[in-house]
């Protein structure tokens, strides 16, 4: 299983559809303020595994929430978990990637770094992969024992993605050095041209045949949302769009805050690969689709208020976060993936923090009120 699904690409192979009613949630431990980060969870068989910023990696019932296990790590978790036949491996801001064992949460081993692991972790081969902030992208065996590295002198909460074995993207000896690594060769193809895009946020990526999606953001005083297409052979640019923010009537102020709780989140501007359309929600406070291969605006969908997740897309509709106001609670909501149209909403208790996994006729999120929601189809 891979984080965001085959090329990254956003998409469920299942037809779930709206409207949707909650089969359980959950309240977290209580943390004295709102959680930053509730990263998606894997889900296998009948269980249910993930980490939260109150330090605790949690294994619930799928169909009940009844908890079967907790392991409580030494810090907050940031970090997109990976699960085997036997094991979940998971980070932790506590330096330690974890491998447990999924049937009981006991510790089988742990790997110590020199930083906080704000990462997902990756299968790959043979490899267990994640990153370290600001130390080196490990490598490692399943068995916990280290392989190889290289150097990630400056990134942060780092987040890529493996197709045909190579990384998208690797971090390079210098902060300046990013691109697709080839693990084999261990050598990398090319390198990103920082001039074309100029941001300081790079999302995670997503792959379709020759062309790799991505999205930016920055921040100066407004915010400015890049979105890319790259031949992921060569590293020449296909198409670039670039958008002010639709945030209305945000002071400056508001908007590095918005910045600064979206870059916690490991799937900010994750695109959506969707047939003929790239589709980008996160950063303001609306979803953009774009042809996939010109790179053409299709069509966008505008909200009262910022979104607060990445998007996630079955049967032809994309689910994702919108924040609250004064005025309105935050909510999940449903648009059509293909014309952006707005079929189904609901309510939620907290924001979603990142792209609902959606397992069968379920869609399961947490937000930042720490409250776990599993969703079912009525219908």
């Not at 037809?15 to 894997?42: A, C, F, H, M, Y």
């Not at 267990?128 to 490990?138: E, K, L, S, T």
């Not at 929600?281 to 010109?294: E, M, P, V």
């Not at 309105?328 to 939620?348: E, F, K, N, T, Y």
Request: contains cysteine; negative net charge.
């Amino acid at each position: 299983m891979q984080f965001r699904g085959e090329g990254g690409r956003g998409v469920s192979a299942s037809s779930i559809k709206p409207p949707l009613g909650v089969r359980w949630k959950i309240k977290l431990q209580d943390t004295p303020e709102k959680i930053k980060s509730l990263n998606p969870p894997v889900v296998i068989g009948n269980t249910i595994y993930f980490g939260s910023d109150d330090g605790n990696f949690y294994a619930l019932d799928v169909e009940s929430g009844y908890m079967r296990w907790v392991f409580k790590s030494g810090a907050a978790i940031n970090s997109i978990p990976y699960a085997d036949k036997d094991k979940v491996y998971f980070g932790s801001k506590d330096g330690k990637l974890y491998a447990l064992s999924r049937d009981t949460g006991q510790e089988i081993w742990n790997f110590p770094t020199m930083s906080e692991i704000n990462s997902q972790v990756q299968r790959y081969g043979d490899y267990i992969i994640f990153v370290g902030d600001a130390d080196a992208v490990y490598f490692l065996s399943p068995e916990g024992r280290e392989q190889f590295r290289i150097d990630n002198p400056g990134w942060y909460n780092y987040t890529f993605l493996m197709a045909d074995d190579v990384m998208y993207f690797g971090t390079g000896p210098r902060t300046e050095i990013v691109g697709p690594y080839d693990i084999n060769k261990r050598d990398f193809l090319w390198y990103l041209n920082f001039r074309e895009i100029d941001a300081i946020w790079y999302s995670v990526t997503a792959v379709r045949g020759n062309l790799l999606y991505f999205g930016t953001a920055d921040v100066y005083g407004d915010m400015y949302l890049g979105f890319h297409a790259f031949d992921r052979n060569t590293g020449r640019l296909v198409w670039q769009q670039r958008r002010e923010g639709i945030l209305r009537h945000w002071a400056p102020e508001d908007i590095w805050t918005l910045f600064l709780r979206s870059v916690e989140l490991l799937d900010f501007m994750a695109p959506v690969v969707w047939r003929d359309l790239v589709i980008f929600a996160g950063g303001d406070s609306a979803a953009r689709a774009f042809d996939a291969k010109t790179g053409i605006m299709r069509w966008e969908k505008v909200f009262d208020t910022p979104v607060s997740s990445a998007p996630t897309a079955a049967g032809g509709r994309v689910y994702f976060g919108v924040l609250g106001d004064d005025t309105h609670p935050p909510r999940l909501v449903c648009i059509s993936a293909r014309d952006g149209r707005l079929l189904w909403q609901m309510d939620i208790e907290g924001s979603v923090l990142s792209a609902p996994v959606i397992a069968g006729k379920r869609i399961i999120f947490g937000t930042d009120d720490s409250v776990f929601y599993v969703l079912e189809q009525v219908f």
